[in-house]
């Protein structure tokens, strides 16, 4: 099992950047895929973006393409969301996901697929 804490988040203009991070306690990070989520009020929890549990490999929402990029250190147990480029569309409540991968290279995009989720960090962008 493991924990996730996320952390970076607040308010910031159109145009600016944050980076998110997510810290991972327990067993095995390295054996867990990761992903972003983010939920606007009134809507549906929304893919972000994924990655391997190697790091190889790495998907993003077509809403954030070339402006954010996730990352992993699994030396330091975390995962990391880099946000460039932020739009007023991109506030919400991100959340950290995590699950236990059998397989190197594969990401998982949807919220059902994972097991474990942080409390979330509030992204606020003004315009």
């Known amino acids: 099992q493991v924990q996730l804490v996320e952390s970076g988040g607040g308010l910031v203009q159109a145009g600016g950047s944050l980076r998110l991070s997510c810290a991972a306690s327990g067993r095995s990070f390295s054996d867990y895929a990761m992903g972003w989520f983010r939920q606007a009020p009134g809507k549906e929890r929304d893919f972000v973006a994924a990655i391997s549990k190697s790091g190889g490999n790495t998907n993003l929402a077509d809403s954030v393409k070339g402006r954010f990029t996730i990352s992993r250190d699994i030396a330091k147990n975390a995962v990391y969301l880099q946000m460039n480029s932020l739009k007023p569309e991109d506030t919400a409540v991100y959340y950290c996901?995590?699950?236990?991968?059998?397989?190197?290279?594969?990401?998982?995009?949807?919220?059902?697929?994972?097991?474990?989720w942080g409390q979330g960090t509030q992204v606020t962008v003004s315009s």
């Open positions: 996901a995590g699950r236990g991968s059998a397989f190197v290279n594969t990401y998982y995009v949807g919220a059902s697929e994972y097991e474990y």
